[in-house]
């Protein structure tokens, strides 16, 4: 197995502090399945308003795909090319920006997932959508849905726009070797900056804060 973490450059600002233990410390004796998976999205009610300081930022979405394996919950992730402008390298979802052609952001989430890695939209039951996140400069507003597929798809990595797509494991993502956090201090504010370690990679910045609140609500008591 590879060495957890990968090569991201993570440009860390002076003056970071050690961070705390992720929000389900000490109360996950077994990971969730994949039936009670789908119970606790079932569960999860609308989201909340727009945070007022997005209200002006651009909008985007994701998709949050998640598949059975045996009765395991796995997830989809892409990786950003090395060359792109912003965020290269970067471990995500499929996603992107809102177009004026998409009738809301659940449409621009589906049309990215197919476009990006060959997720047919037809394929997807979307349960849940979570609450938007900004990017640290709150430039981006990001909404993300959590889709549930029948199995594995047959990703197709769309070139130029994903280097790579792969999948992991709820449990891969809650194991205690994969989390760690830090405090920073960046344009006059602190913000808690989650990462998950797997093999060869890194997740943080805006996926991580995702797939933080959705295992948070997952590992729920």
Do not use: C, N
């Amino acid at each position: 197995m590879p060495p957890r973490g990968g090569d991201q450059i993570i440009p860390t600002p002076p003056g970071t502090r050690p961070g705390g233990p992720p929000p389900w410390h000490g109360r996950v004796d077994r990971v969730p399945s994949f039936e009670q998976v789908l119970e606790r999205l079932g569960a999860i009610g609308p989201p909340p308003p727009l945070p007022a300081d997005l209200a002006e930022a651009r909008p985007s979405a994701v998709l949050v795909p998640i598949f059975p394996v045996g009765d395991e919950a796995h997830l989809v992730l892409t990786k950003r090319p090395g060359h792109l402008r912003s965020h290269a390298g970067e471990i995500a979802f499929p996603g992107g920006k809102h177009e004026p052609a998409d009738p809301d952001l659940l449409a621009t989430a589906l049309r990215e997932a197919e476009e990006e890695v060959a997720i047919p939209p037809a394929a997807v039951r979307v349960l849940a959508e979570l609450p938007t996140i900004g990017t640290v400069r709150g430039v981006v507003a990001i909404t993300p849905f959590v889709g549930v597929l029948p199995e594995r798809p047959a990703l197709v990595a769309r070139p130029g726009e994903v280097e790579e797509a792969f999948t992991v494991s709820l449990a891969e993502l809650l194991d205690p070797e994969a989390w760690y956090s830090e405090a920073w201090h960046l344009f006059e504010r602190e913000f808690d900056m989650a990462f998950y370690l797997l093999p060869g990679e890194t997740v943080w910045g805006a996926t991580a804060r995702i797939l933080t609140g959705l295992l948070a609500h997952l590992t729920a008591d």
